[in-house]
Nanobody, 126 residues
Framework: QVQLVESGGGLVQAGDSLRLSCAAS????????MGWFRQAPGKEREFVAT????????YYADSVKGRFTISRDNAKNTVYLQMNSLKPEDTAVYYC???????????????????WGQGTQVTVSS
């Protein structure tokens, strides 16, 4: 069982930065691939970024590549999403998720994740 709690969301202006954190409980964090997804009103939940168990591999959606950075600290059971040069279209609820399947690779699909946080709202004004 993994419990995930996101924090760090807020209201910012276009061009600003935010850093989201996701604190995980349970002993499986370091063996889990972690992902960030987002969901805007009326839209499907979409992939943002994922990071492998070790942190050596990261993948991003094209829409955030070069602006967002995912990282993790396994000693703190925490995954981060640094978001720079924010745009109004980044406005959404951001969720972190854990993929615990043994032997798996990081996934771009929301269906590949077993545990989800409650989400944190990010609003970017123009």
């Amino acid at each position: 069982q993994v419990q995930l709690v996101e924090s760090g969301g807020g209201l910012v202006q276009a061009g600003d930065s935010l850093r989201l954190s996701c604190a995980a409980s349970g002993r499986t964090f370091s063996s889990s691939h972690m992902g960030w997804f987002r969901q805007a009103p009326g839209k499907e939940r979409e992939f943002v970024a994922t990071i492998s168990r070790s942190g050596r591999s990261t993948y991003y959606a094209d829409s955030v590549k070069g602006r967002f950075t995912i990282s993790r600290d396994n000693a703190k059971n925490t995954v981060y999403l640094q978001m720079n040069s924010l745009k109004p279209e980044d406005t959404a609820v951001y969720y972190c998720a854990a993929r615990t399947a043994v032997g798996s690779s990081p996934s771009f699909s929301k269906f590949g994740y077993d545990y989800w946080g409650q989400g944190t709202q990010v609003t970017v004004s123009s």
